[in-house]
Nanobody
Framework: VQLQASGGGLVQAGGSLKLSCAAS????????MGWFRQAPGKEREFVAH????????YYAESVKGRFTISRDNAKNTVYLQMNSLKPEDTAVYYC???????????????WGQGTQVTVSS
């Protein structure tokens, strides 16, 4: 599966952005999907994941209550709605696909190219 992330940009603290990740192929619904992020000088970290049907989600503590992951299997797309953004949310955001739910970066087989999110104070 090939993944293409979009929707990043520059936003003020307290603002919102919605990221999208479009997948190619007809097997999107067979993959669990995750969002990760990587800030300059830091390791890539888990943000959220969602199961194949979209009925189960899980978030990192740092984004819980502010971010929402969702998916539309008919459109082969996974989303990350980000509200109440903070400067520390600044990072390149990546979507990833895997055969099972996981929080580890190394567990994911397929990755998108990343989209930059910058939150100004």
């Amino acid at each position: 599966v090939q993944l293409q992330a979009s929707g990043g940009g520059l936003v003020q603290a307290g603002g919102s952005l919605k990221l999208s990740c479009a997948a190619s192929g007809r097997t999107f619904s067979s993959y669990a999907m995750g969002w990760f992020r990587q800030a300059p000088g830091k390791e890539r970290e888990f943000v959220a994941h969602i199961n194949r049907s979209g009925t189960s989600t899980y978030y990192a503590e740092s984004v819980k209550g502010r971010f929402t992951i969702s998916r539309d299997n008919a459109k082969n797309t996974v989303y990350l709605q980000m509200n109440s953004l903070k400067p520390e949310d600044t990072a390149v955001y990546y979507c990833a696909a895997n055969g099972f739910l996981a929080v580890a970066v190394t567990a994911y087989k397929y990755w998108g190219q990343g989209t930059q999110v910058t939150v100004s104070s």
